[in-house]
Every structure is written in structure tokens, then in C-alpha cells.
């Protein structure tokens, strides 16, 4: 059973095109993580969110606490967006990481 | 320039061997954490230290060790114990345990 689950697992996308990546979990959380892992293995941290929504250049983060569910979205996309995607929580002293989404943006 | 450096980003050892993965950080951040990561699952806890001198098991710690005697650095050895070692291990530090974590390039190990 995992506490956090992503969806899609896999994403491809043509350049330009607006992209959502949804995170759901089932449990109390005080902050989520969406974290970008680059092809070379490197973890680069996008957003920390206990509320509401964080806009950074072409990258939208919203989160529902009631609902349990965040997503990002990605405007505009371009092939360097191309990267693996992971929800990250915190729930008392404990991080839950997602699986991750594959996303491939194509010129 | 601050940041989280990892070494080696490639090792490769013999079955049986121990081996050392460095960590290191100059971000003056008190909490470290070494995690792994496997093909199609999340990122897992293998140790943190929240402070020098002191250091808690994660997840999956069995088959690992760490040191934390200097606040920039948080070795783990990958003993011979731990029965599948080969894996990408990711170091990260924050300001405090419950605080956004910088994550280091990682070192991907194969055991052979």
C-alpha cells in the first residue's frame, strides 16, 4: 500500500502543450514536495505546499487538503521539461515519496 | 557556491565487499538523510541524522551504517550484509528534520 500515488506513471507530450501531473494520499499531511529528477539521477526540489498554490515561471502547484490532492502543472512545455516528477509528503516526522511521472516533451 | 556534493557518481564493487558513500554539504544544515532508490519505487529512507554526533535508522536500514561526526558530512557504508546493494543512493540535508530538503547528485552503485 503506498500513503502517496501518482498519476500517470508515463507522459509524453508535444511541445507547447499544457501538462498535468496529479499526486493523491491518504495521509495527514503538514506539507507536500513535488521534486523534478533529472535523466542523470539528480533531485532539484520545485515546491513545498501546506495550502492553496505556488506559480514559479511556467510551473503551477495546487494542493486541496480536503480532497487529499495535488497537482502540477506545466505550461508551455519544452523538451528540457522532459524528467521524472515526484510527490513528495511529510506526515508528522515521516516523508512518503511517490513513484514518480515520466514525462517526455517532444520538439 | 552551496549545495550537496555525492562521491563517486559510479561505483562498482565485489559481492562481499564493504563500501563507502560519501556525503557532503556546506549548507550548514543540521538534518542529513541517505536514501535509496530502485526502478518503479519511491524514494526510500535508509538513515537521518538530525544533529552531529546522533543518527536514526530509516526504513531500510538493515545491511547500512552511518557516521555523523562533522555537521557537513554524513558518510554510509553499504556493508555486506545488506543482500541487494545495488541501487542510485541520495544524500540530502535540511535546515532542520521537518524542513525542505536539498538533494545531492546522487551515486549509483553496482555490486558484481
Known amino acids: 500500500k503506498n500513503e502517496v500515488e501518482q498519476s500517470p506513471q508515463n507522459l509524453t507530450a508535444q511541445e507547447g502543450e499544457f501538462i498535468t501531473i496529479n499526486c493523491s494520499y491518504s495521509v495527514g499531511i503538514s506539507a507536500l514536495h513535488w521534486l523534478q529528477q533529472h535523466p542523470g539521477g539528480g533531485i532539484v526540489s520545485l515546491f513545498m505546499?501546506?495550502?492553496g498554490k505556488k506559480k514559479h515561471g511556467r510551473l503551477i502547484a495546487t494542493i486541496n487538503i480536503q480532497e487529499k490532492h495535488s497537482s502540477l502543472h506545466i505550461t508551455a512545455s519544452h523538451p528540457r521539461d522532459s524528467a521524472v516528477y515526484i510527490c513528495?509528503?511529510?506526515?508528522?516526522?515521516?516523508?512518503?515519496f511517490g513513484t514518480g511521472t515520466s514525462l517526455t516533451v517532444i520538439p | 557556491d552551496g549545495g550537496i556534493t555525492q562521491s563517486p557518481k559510479y561505483l562498482f564493487r565485489k559481492e562481499g565487499q564493504n563500501v563507502t558513500l560519501s556525503c557532503e554539504q556546506n549548507?550548514?544544515?543540521?538534518?542529513m538523510y541517505w536514501y535509496r532508490q530502485d526502478p518503479g519505487q519511491g524514494l526510500r529512507l535508509i538513515y537521518y541524522?538530525?544533529?552531529?554526533?546522533?543518527?536514526q535508522k530509516g526504513d531500510i536500514a538493515e545491511g547500512y551504517s552511518v557516521s555523523r561526526e562533522k555537521k557537513e558530512s554524513f558518510p554510509l557504508t553499504v556493508t555486506s550484509a545488506q543482500k541487494n546493494p545495488t541501487a542510485f543512493y541520495l544524500c540530502?540535508?535540511?535546515?532542520?528534520?521537518?524542513?525542505?530538503?536539498?538533494f545531492g547528485p546522487g551515486t549509483r552503485l553496482t555490486v558484481l
Open positions: 540530502a540535508s535540511s535546515i532542520a528534520q521537518y524542513n525542505e530538503q536539498f
Open positions: 505546499l501546506s495550502s
Open positions: 541524522s538530525q544533529i552531529v554526533n546522533d543518527f
Open positions: 549548507l550548514n544544515h543540521d538534518a
Open positions: 513528495a509528503v511529510r506526515a508528522g516526522n515521516q516523508f512518503y
